[in-house]
């Protein structure tokens, strides 16, 4: 046994020492991101998703067809429901008025590399978020989640892939074509590498939703807690549906959500609205809005926009 | 869930090898139960109670067939109860909910029967009543070793699937020493390889395929990228958990023959694949059955149902009647003309792979298509199209692939016939070293996921 141990010891030790050299060598991928907060005396608008977010939402159009209103994109991306209500927990206990925008999701229990970039920017506390919103799920739920935000930061901070790539050429972020991805926030793209509109939400998709025999339990006891701190802290969460989905099985869980909420608390697409985004043209890819449909969707979004204000 | 944090399954393994090592021998197997129903248990929650009850009616029908009481089909209906429950009621599609990574909890009435690992419990519970009617064995006379073998924590979640008298006189062996922790973390070693580098950038690579404009032949490549992810998700989730076994001097069955990958037949194929569930079907069933049939007429239509059968148990569905019904065609077909006795073996090797990967690439995406309509329409309605700037967009996740495709198939074609620890045994210490290194170094570099994942854990 104690050969054994030996033998690890010296394993691992060699195995860190590389990594910390290369993590000491390349660059942090979150070098190229500034998170800007809100002050006491703004309103703001903030919008929280994954990628999709990142890519269709343009916080300086909708600024612009309000006064007076920050907003802010808090898109990361892989988000998921849970990455949107922890994130969502943090930019309602900030200072002013606020009206907390959540895209709906699956309920994935992976947490992505983004959202532990963002606790590191905003010191965030992560594993307070995740217990207070997950306070319904038993101890053993709950452990093994815990277990696995662990897991997931643990590999996050042995995993060499950014580093290599900038050894190798490449600069901060991950190059997909002619763009560079941010972890979080606005980050547009010119190209348009797809050319149907089926993955686009319709009215017909809203409407004709049959009721399935999900369990919807766990996304309503985190809803319902954030509506509560909204409450209490000066501000209002509206969830909205994603414009674009790649897969049905996510939709299969997302709508029926959607439906489980009261008018107050969801964004709603007019069928015209739907109409109106629905072309190939603003598509990057099948799951996300390039510069084109981010600038019409944005556009599309400010008269909806107006009653929360 | 569809896989394992690999922070919990370190640390229960190195707990599990702390005590072990802190006991007697005789006293060790305790120690594999407690720890092993711990895991379970954070896995499972409330629900190891309906496993402890099944136990429970094993251990009880056991004594009973023993002792000479007709009560075979009743205990093993009792057994396969939650598991048809569960598979009746279905949880909806397994392979969209999977590629969306998410836990479909479900309202419905099978959902209490949402259980990782039923199905391995289910069969391993039947073939150890089955064999004490035959007179294979003698039923356990304590409770608690027999539960170490219907929930031994590395074969519960996947299998490999064992007999009873295989597992329970090793369980009286448990031994950590040097070498069987030497020989344990080279496999694990080797899963993560194969599972979170290979599968997990197939997987990437089939998902944004999948939702692509790929239409036509080309939709065929979804179905090969499928087939190849299957066997390293699969095989991989299989050595890692018999790395794990392996720690504490358990040797588990082989479950995937050495480049299996590249069988010149379905038959050839189905032997080197998860052969121990085959062999299951085969001693449990087709056996069973085949002896009503002495002069040999139907052993045709006994295989086509036994192939139906184990199409059932991946699942409730037109698709999966579809893929089992052409299976055991396929089968049937090749037996009739005696494929494996042509003449040229070299050339029949060579076609023989393409025509099998052929063809199995299309029963691939039968088996992961939504439904029979859907794939009609995109493999013959739509215009045959690749992505647009397929090169562009795909070139660096198939070159990774690729690259380690060959990793894999030069140490499975070097290692022949050995299990791969046995194979790395036959290395030079400073070879040994440099094949973990390269290993570490691709998977810190390449790796995708976090944990090891496994498409047929829920299962």
Redesign the interface.
């Known amino acids: ?1 104690l ?2 141990a030996i ?2 010891i010296v ?1 691992f030790f060699i ?1 860190a020492s590389c ?1 910390f050299i290369l993590k000491k060598s390349g660059t942090k991928d979150n070098a190229n991101v500034r998170i800007t907060l809100p002050k006491a005396m703004d309103t703001s608008f903030f919008f929280i998703g994954s990628s999709r977010v990142q890519k269709g939402i343009d916080p300086l159009i909708i600024t612009n067809g309000y006064d007076n209103v920050k907003v802010f994109n808090w898109g990361i991306t892989s988000g998921t429901f849970l990455n949107n209500c922890i994130v969502a927990d943090f930019a309602i206990k900030q200072p002013g008025q606020k009206v907390v925008f959540i895209e709906l999701a ?5 947490l992505p590399d983004g959202l532990f970039n963002f606790a590191t920017h905003t010191r965030l506390d992560l594993f307070g978020s995740v217990l207070t919103l997950t306070a319904n799920q ?1 101890f ?2 709950q ?2 989640l815990m ?2 935000i ?3 930061y ?2 996050k901070c ?4 950014n580093e ?1 790539k900038h050894i190798i050429g490449h600069t901060a972020g991950v190059k997909v ?1 002619d763009d560079y991805e941010k972890w979080i926030g606005f980050s547009p793209s010119n190209r348009n ?4 509109t089926r ?1 686009f939400l319709t009215s017909q998709e809203i409407n004709n939703c049959r009721l399935n ?3 919807l ?2 996304y309503q006891v985190m809803i319902s807690y954030l509506e509560g701190l909204a409450k209490s802290n000066n501000s209002r969460v509206v969830f909205f549906l994603p414009i674009t989905s ?5 939709k ?2 997302v709508i029926p959500l959607y439906h489980t909420l009261p008018d107050s608390m969801k964004l709603e697409y007019s069928s015209q609205f739907l109409q109106q985004m629905a072309d190939a043209e603003y598509l990057l890819d ?2 996300h809005l390039n510069r084109k449909g981010a600038t019409t969707y944005s556009t599309l979004l400010i008269p909806l926009l107006e009653k929360y204000r | 869930m569809n896989g394992i944090n690999l922070v919990l399954a370190s640390l229960f393994i190195l707990i599990t090898i702390l005590v072990t090592s802190l006991v007697s021998q005789p006293n060790r197997w305790k120690v594999l139960l407690v720890t092993g129903l711990l895991f379970y248990y954070w896995l499972i929650g409330d629900k190891i109670i309906i496993v402890l009850i099944l136990s429970g009616i094993t251990y009880v029908s056991g004594c009973m067939i023993h002792s000479g009481k007709n009560v075979v089909l009743l205990s093993v209906l009792l057994l396969l109860v939650p598991l048809l429950l569960l598979k009746i009621s279905g949880a909806g599609d397994h392979f969209n909910n999977y590629q969306l990574k998410v836990d479909i909890a479900s309202n419905n009435w099978g959902s209490l029967f949402q259980i990782i690992g039923l199905s391995y419990f289910t069969f391993n519970g039947i073939s150890y009543l089955i064999d004490i009617k035959r007179r294979y064995i003698s039923p356990e006379k304590n409770f608690f070793f027999l539960l170490l073998y219907l929930t031994y924590f590395p074969t519960i979640f996947s299998g490999p699937l064992h007999r009873a008298n295989y597992l329970l006189g090793q369980f009286k062996n448990i031994e950590v020493n040097d070498h069987s922790i030497s020989r344990g973390l080279r496999l694990i070693l080797w899963a993560l390889f194969k599972n979170l580098v290979i599968a997990q950038r197939i997987f990437a690579l089939i998902n944004r395929l999948q939702h692509s404009e790929i239409a036509g032949g080309y939709y065929l490549i979804i179905g090969l990228l499928f087939f190849l992810y299957l066997y390293c998700n699969f095989s991989s989730f299989i050595d890692f958990f018999q790395g794990v076994s392996l720690i504490f001097n358990i040797r588990l069955k082989h479950n995937f023959r050495n480049r299996v990958y590249f069988s010149a037949s379905r038959q050839e194929f189905w032997r080197g694949w998860h052969t121990t569930l085959n062999q299951w079907f085969r001693d449990y069933f087709f056996f069973v059955l085949s002896r009503y049939d002495k002069k040999g007429k139907y052993l045709d239509v006994i295989l086509l149902i036994t192939f139906l059968l184990i199409a059932l148990w991946h699942g409730f569905s037109t698709v999966m009647i579809v893929w089992g019904t052409l299976n055991g065609l396929w089968i049937v077909i090749e037996k009739k003309f005696e494929f494996e006795k042509w003449k040229y073996p070299r050339v029949r090797k060579v076609s023989g792979v393409i025509y099998h990967l052929s063809i199995a690439a299309c029963l691939a995406i039968i088996f992961i298509s939504p439904s029979a309509s859907f794939l009609y329409n995109k493999v013959f309605v739509q215009a045959a199209e690749l992505p647009s700037n397929f090169r562009e967009q795909y070139l660096v996740s198939l070159l990774v692939i690729s690259g380690s495709l060959v990793i894999m198939d030069y140490h499975y074609a070097k290692a022949k016939d050995m299990r791969f620890e046995d194979y790395l045994d036959t290395k030079r210490p400073i070879l040994r070293w440099l094949i973990y290194a390269k290993l570490v170094i691709i998977i810190l570099i390449f790796g995708l996921s976090t944990g090891i994942d496994n498409y047929y854990i829920q299962f």
């Open positions: 046994m050969r054994s033998k690890l394993f195995t990594i699956p309920l994935v229990d992976v038993s053993s739920e452990s093994m277990l696995k662990i897991n997931d643990f590999y042995i995993t060499v892939r290599v074509n590498g797809h050319y149907t993955s025999s999900i369990n339990v766990k790649m897969k049905q099985a996510e299969n869980i099948i799951n």
